[in-house]
């Protein structure tokens, strides 16, 4: 097994039990095995990783109903088999997790800058073509340091607010 298989699968072990309690080990196998990730696909697995799937869905039932909550809150733009630029996934990440970016993400809150502010933030790393579509190892990656991040923002904001530091 070469250093960076290893890497990345103690990566994956790292962030699993995150996403395990809303998707099941052989669709995390199967997305790992993907070349491509859909919009459908990665709506299921962000939502789910952010706690905003119903309990109980699996499979097809839980990809649709995903969608249609990213859709219908203008988070994803293309049909659920489309495949998802790396743009696209940043700016469903920025959203599913509420994430604030700086103040062109702010204003203007489109993939483009959502794009800019996680690359900034390091949470996308390697190649950085924002049209490119992301294998489900990559998009693993990213969903992985990004609820990290998010984990740590909360925190941060927290000891802020309890030291009254912030309002």
């Keep these: ?3 960076h298989l290893k890497h990345l699968t103690a990566l994956l072990f790292l962030f699993l ?6 998707q099941t080990a052989a669709e995390l196998d199967l997305l790992m095995e993907t070349h491509t990730v859909t919009t459908g696909v990665a709506a299921r697995f962000a939502l789910g990783a952010a ?8 499979g097809d039932e839980a990809l649709n109903n995903a969608y249609q909550a990213a859709f219908s809150r203008g ?3 293309k049909g659920p088999e489309d495949a998802i630029t790396l743009q696209e996934t940043a700016f ?6 509420n994430l604030k970016g700086g103040v062109m993400y702010s204003v203007f809150r489109s993939p483009r800058y959502a794009y800019r502010e996680m690359v900034y933030q390091k949470l996308i790393l390697g190649r950085k073509d924002a049209g490119m579509n992301i294998s489900g190892q990559r998009f693993l990656q990213i969903l992985g340091r990004t609820l990290n991040y998010s984990g740590e ?7 802020l607010l309890n030291s009254g530091a912030i309002n």
């Design 1 to 3: 097994m070469s250093m």
């Design 17 to 22: 039990p995150a996403l395990a309690f809303a």
């Design 51 to 58: 706690g905003m799937t119903p309990p109980g869905l699996s």
């Design 75 to 77: 988070w994803v733009r």
């Design 92 to 97: 469903l990440l920025m959203n599913v997790l």
């Design 153 to 159: 923002r909360e925190q941060m904001d927290a000891m």
